[in-house]
C-alpha cells in the first residue's frame, strides 16, 4: 500500500531509454522504443498482464488503414443507402476526399438545420491521456464550430450520478471522495459488500493506473482482522483470499434485502437515534414506508426473503451482525445498472444512516471499491490539467443511455431529474473514442436507430461494428502510436506516455484529424490555439506545474519529467473518511442538498411525481426479474459484467481475448443444476435468447454463479450473422443484443442491463464462423469505370 507521507516528488534522476513508458487505462508499461515490446513497470504490486501482448495485433487484418467511405454514400450522398448500414461495402478514398466530405456536410447539416441537428458521440476511452482525450478533443473541436448536442452522465454509474446528489448533496463516494483505504484498515470490524469486490474491474481506470492497489487495500483490511461478506449472485465477485461469507442474493433485489435491515434496525431499536435527529431528514416517512403504513406491506425480514432467496433468519442475524460491529458497506456501480437501480443506493445511505458511523474511521458507505482502480486511494495532491473544450453553444443534450430513444423518437417529449425535456432531430452524428455497439443496450433496436441520421462520422482503429456502421471512417492511431501526458484524478501520479511505433502511413491522430477538418471549416486556429500536438503536452504540463506550485509542490521541468516518465507526488494529509466534515459540524459543514442534511426521504423527488422513483427507498419490483411473470418463459437471469480480458471491447480481436475465448466465442457462466436441466455440457455452443435477440456461446459450467443466473462478459465485437437482416443471430456473444434498452427510472434515465431474463438451449449443427475480425468488403470506387467500359458491380 502506498501511505501518505509528507509533500514530496518522486522522480528519476537521469534519462534513459530503458525507462520509456507507454500509459493505458489498465497500467503503465516500459518499452526500449525500438522493438515494440512492453512490459510491466516494475513496482507494479498487481500488474495487468494482458497489456504486454497487445502490441503483436496493432497491425491486425481488422485494422483501418485508410479513409473509407460507405458505398451508397460516395455515389449518391447523404442519407441515400442501397443497403442497411452495417451491411454495406466500402470504399476506400484519399484523406483530401474524405476531409472534404466531412467538413462538406458538417457545413450542409450546420446550414440547413442549424448546429442542434449534430450529435459529437464519445465516451472518451480511446486514450488514458489528457490531450489524447477523444471526447475532449471532440467537444473542442465543435465548440469551435458552432456547438453540438452532447450527451451527459456515465453508463457506469449514471443512475448513481443523479440520485447521490438529491440524497447527499454531491457524487463523493461514488466518483471520487471515497473513504480511503487507510481509514477502513484496522477500523472496520465488518465489511459488507454489495455487489462484492471483483478485481477484473479494478485493472483499469479511465486516467490510467500508476500502481494497482485495490487487492492489496483488501487483503490489508482482512489482515487487520475485517470480516467480508459478499452479497450477491456471483461468489467470486469477492477473491478467494478474503475468505469472504457469501450470500447468493437474486439479481436486482438489494434495496429489498437493505430495506428489511433497516426494518430490523428500527424495531428492535438497534439504530443510532442520535445520528439520526442530528444528520438526517425524512426519517419518519421513511418509517412509515417500512412498518406498512404507505402501502399496508411489513418489510421485515420474511418480507424480504420471499423476493431476495435469502432465508429470514440469515436476514435477520446479518442486521444484527451490522449493527453489533463497526460495519462498512460497499456497493458496485453495477447494481444501479438496472431496473429501480437507484433505489439500492439510496437504500445502502439510509442503513448506513441508521447505524450511525458515516464520517467515521470504519463506517459508513462507498460506491465502487474495486468498480475500477484508484476508488481507495487519498486524493490527488495536484489538481492535474485538462484539454480545455471551450464552451458549447448549444445548450441541448441527451441522458447518455438514451441514445436510440433519441434517433427513434425525435420530438418526442421525456424525463429527466425533474424536468420535461424534448428528444432533438439529430441529421448528423460525429463519433470518436469509445463504441456504441459495446456500451449500449439491445443492439438491434440500435442497429434500427442507427439507421436514422443522413450522416455518420466515426473514427476508428479496427474495423468493428462501430466503423461498419457509419458512412465515413477515418483511421485514428492508438495509444501505442502517439505521445500523451496522462494522470488519474484518482491517484497522485503524472507520467509521460511514449509512443512504442509510428502510426502506419495514412493513420492520424484524433486531433489531427480534426485539425484537417477544421482548416477546411476556417477554425484551425481557434482548435488548435496556435499549438502543435507536442506544443500541447507541454503547456498541459507546465498547466500541472502550476497548479502544484500553488499547493508549495515542486515538479521538475518538462524536459525532466519528459525524460523520467513518471512522477508520483503523495497526498498532503492521510485522508478523511467519506462525509467527515459534515460529520464533525453539519452546520459549518453542510450537505448541498434543500435541507443541508442526508435526505432519508426527498420533498424534491416527491414532488416530481414519478411512480417508479418514489420519495425515499423503496422497493420497486422490476420489469425482469426472477421473481416476476417472465421468469416462466426466460427463467435465467443474465449478468453482462465487464470482462477480464481487455477494457470493454477494446483490443477484442487481440490475443490476450482471443485466448479466453473457446472455438472462437464467448463463454456463458452456468450453474451444474442448470446446465443439467438443459442437458448442456461444457464448451459445447450454445443459443442465448429472449424477444429482443439471440446470440450464441459457449457452456462454461461452475458453482460460482447461483442456480437461475447465468454470467456472459461483455465487449466481444457485434457480429449478427446477416447484417441485412434486422434481428439477426449474432455470432459472437455480445450480451447486448439480450439487454434492455429503457431508462432506470424516469428520474435517471440510466441503463438498466443487468435487469435482462434469457433461455439458454444447445445450438443445432454446427456454428457459423465468427467473421467479427476481418474487414468488410472493400470495393472499387463505383463512380470509376471498370476497364470494360461497366461500372463495378
Known amino acids: 500500500m502506498k501511505m501518505t507521507k509528507a509533500p514530496k516528488t518522486t522522480q528519476h534522476s537521469e534519462p534513459s531509454a530503458d525507462r520509456r513508458h507507454v500509459a493505458t487505462h489498465w497500467g503503465f508499461y516500459t518499452h526500449d522504443g525500438l522493438h515494440g515490446a512492453i512490459r510491466p513497470m516494475a ?5 495487468v498482464q494482458f497489456g504486454r501482448e497487445l502490441p503483436a495485433d496493432r497491425l491486425a487484418p481488422c485494422r483501418i488503414l485508410k479513409p473509407a467511405v460507405r458505398r451508397s454514400f460516395l455515389e449518391k450522398g447523404p442519407g441515400y443507402r442501397a443497403g442497411r448500414r452495417g451491411a454495406e461495402a466500402f470504399v476506400e478514398v484519399s484523406w483530401d476526399e474524405a476531409l472534404e466530405l466531412v467538413a462538406g456536410e458538417i457545413r450542409r447539416v450546420r446550414d440547413e438545420h442549424g448546429n442542434g441537428a449534430i ?52 457524487t463523493d463516494g461514488l466518483i471520487s471522495g471515497h473513504s480511503p483505504w487507510n481509514q477502513i484498515v484496522g477500523h472496520a470490524d465488518l465489511i459488507v459488500m454489495f455487489g462484492g469486490t471483483p478485481l477484473r474491474n479494478a485493472q483499469v481506470n479511465a486516467g490510467g493506473v500508476s500502481r494497482h492497489e485495490t487487492r492489496q487495500g483488501l487483503l490489508d483490511c482482512k489482515n487487520a482482522g475485517a470480516h467480508f461478506i459478499n452479497i450477491g449472485p456471483v461468489r467470486d465477485d469477492a477473491a478467494d483470499e478474503l475468505d469472504a461469507q457469501w450470500m447468493a442474493l437474486r439479481p436486482g433485489t438489494d434495496a429489498a434485502l437493505l430495506l428489511a435491515i433497516a426494518h430490523l434496525l428500527i424495531e428492535e431499536d438497534r439504530h443510532d437515534a442520535a445520528f439520526i435527529e442530528r444528520y438526517t431528514v425524512g426519517f419518519q416517512a421513511l418509517r412509515d414506508y417500512l412498518f406498512g403504513k ?6 421485515d425480514g420474511a418480507w424480504a426473503a420471499g423476493i431476495t432467496g435469502l432465508a429470514t433468519q440469515d436476514i435477520r442475524t446479518l442486521a444484527r451482525n451490522m449493527a453489533s460491529r463497526k460495519t462498512f458497506i460497499t456497493m458496485a456501480w453495477a447494481l444501479q445498472r438496472a431496473d429501480h437501480g437507484e433505489q ?34 487519498p486524493a490527488p495532491a495536484v489538481k492535474w490539467p485538462s484539454l480545455p473544450q471551450g464552451q458549447n453553444p448549444v445548450s441541448d443534450y441527451i441522458p447518455v443511455a438514451r441514445i436510440a430513444d433519441m434517433l427513434l423518437s425525435p420530438g418526442a417529449e421525456y424525463d429527466h431529474d425533474g424536468n420535461k425535456r424534448i428528444y432533438p432531430e439529430i441529421r448528423l452524428i460525429y463519433w470518436a473514442g469509445g463504441n456504441p455497439f459495446h456500451h449500449h443496450q439491445d443492439l438491434n433496436r440500435l442497429v434500427e436507430a442507427w439507421q436514422k441520421p443522413e450522416t455518420i462520422i466515426v473514427h476508428e482503429h479496427w474495423w468493428n461494428a462501430h466503423a461498419r456502421h457509419a458512412d465515413i471512417v477515418l483511421p485514428a492511431s492508438t495509444f501505442l502510436e502517439r505521445d500523451d501526458l496522462v494522470a488519474s484524478g484518482r491517484d497522485g501520479f503524472l507520467g509521460y506516455s511514449t509512443h512504442t511505433a509510428a502510426p502506419p502511413a495514412e493513420v492520424f491522430s484524433d486531433h489531427e484529424i480534426l485539425r484537417r477538418v477544421a482548416a477546411r471549416l476556417e477554425t484551425e486556429a481557434a ?10 503536452l507541454e503547456k498541459l504540463y507546465v498547466d500541472a506545474r502550476a497548479n502544484a506550485a500553488a499547493s508549495d509542490i515542486s515538479l521538475p521541468d518538462f524536459s525532466t519529467f519528459r525524460n523520467a516518465g513518471l512522477i508520483e507526488v503523495e497526498s498532503q494529509n492521510a485522508g478523511r473518511p467519506l462525509l467527515a466534515a459534515f460529520r464533525a459540524d453539519p452546520f459549518a459543514h453542510p450537505l448541498r442538498t434543500p435541507s443541508g442534511l442526508i435526505e432519508l426521504s426527498s420533498q424534491l423527488i416527491t414532488s416530481f411525481g414519478y411512480a417508479d422513483c418514489p420519495g425515499h427507498p423503496a422497493w420497486v419490483e422490476p420489469v425482469e426479474w426472477l421473481g416476476g411473470k417472465l421468469a416462466a418463459t426466460y427463467p435465467l437471469h443474465l449478468l453482462s459484467c465487464q470482462p477480464h480480458d481487455k477494457l470493454h471491447s477494446q483490443w477484442d480481436h487481440a490475443a490476450p481475448s482471443r485466448q479466453t475465448k473457446s472455438g472462437g466465442r464467448q463463454p456463458v457462466r452456468i450453474h451444474p ?38 454470467q456472459l462478459a461483455t465487449g466481444a465485437w457485434f457480429d449478427p450473422a446477416d447484417p441485412a437482416k434486422p434481428g439477426s443471430l449474432e455470432l459472437n456473444g455480445n450480451p447486448n443484443v439480450l439487454t434492455p434498452d429503457h431508462g432506470t427510472s424516469r428520474l435517471t434515465q ?11 438451449s444447445r445450438f443445432i449443427g454446427t456454428p457459423p464462423e465468427v467473421r467479427a475480425y476481418r474487414p468488410p468488403d472493400l470495393v472499387p470506387d463505383p463512380r470509376l469505370k471498370a476497364p470494360n467500359g461497366k461500372e463495378w458491380p
Not at 43 to 47: A, I, L, N, T
Not at 143 to 168: K, T
Not at 294 to 299: F, L
Not at 527 to 536: A, C, P, R, V
Request: glycine share 16%; proline share 4%; net charge negative.
Open 43 to 47: 513496482g507494479d504490486p498487481d500488474p
Open 119 to 170: 450529435f459529437s458521440g464519445s465516451y472518451g476511452w480511446s486514450s488514458a491521456g489528457r490531450f489524447h482525450h477523444a471526447q475532449s478533443q471532440l467537444k473542442r473541436f465543435f465548440n469551435m464550430n458552432g456547438g453540438s448536442v452532447r450527451s451527459v452522465q456515465s453508463y457506469s454509474y449514471a443512475a448513481g450520478e443523479v440520485i447521490l446528489p438529491h440524497i447527499i448533496g454531491s
Open 294 to 299: 404507505v402501502d399496508g406491506v411489513i418489510k
Open 344 to 377: 439500492a443506493y439510496w437504500a445502502v445511505i439510509a442503513v448506513a444512516s441508521l447505524l450511525g458511523g458515516i464520517g467515521l474511521p470504519g463506517g459508513g458507505f462507498g460506491f465502487g471499491y474495486a468498480s475500477v482502480s484508484g476508488i481507495g486511494q
Open 527 to 536: 482548435f488548435t490555439g496556435g499549438l502543435s500536438e507536442s506544443e500541447w
Open 673 to 710: 443444476d442448470d446446465a443439467a436441466a438443459r442437458g448442456l455440457e461444457q464448451g459445447e455452443a450454445v443459443t442465448i435468447s429472449n424477444a429482443r435477440g439471440a446470440c450464441l456461446a459457449v457452456v462454461a459450467i461452475t458453482d460460482a454463479v447461483m442456480p437461475g443466473v447465468v
Open 750 to 760: 440510466g441503463p438498466s442491463p443487468n435487469s435482462c431474463l434469457v433461455e439458454i
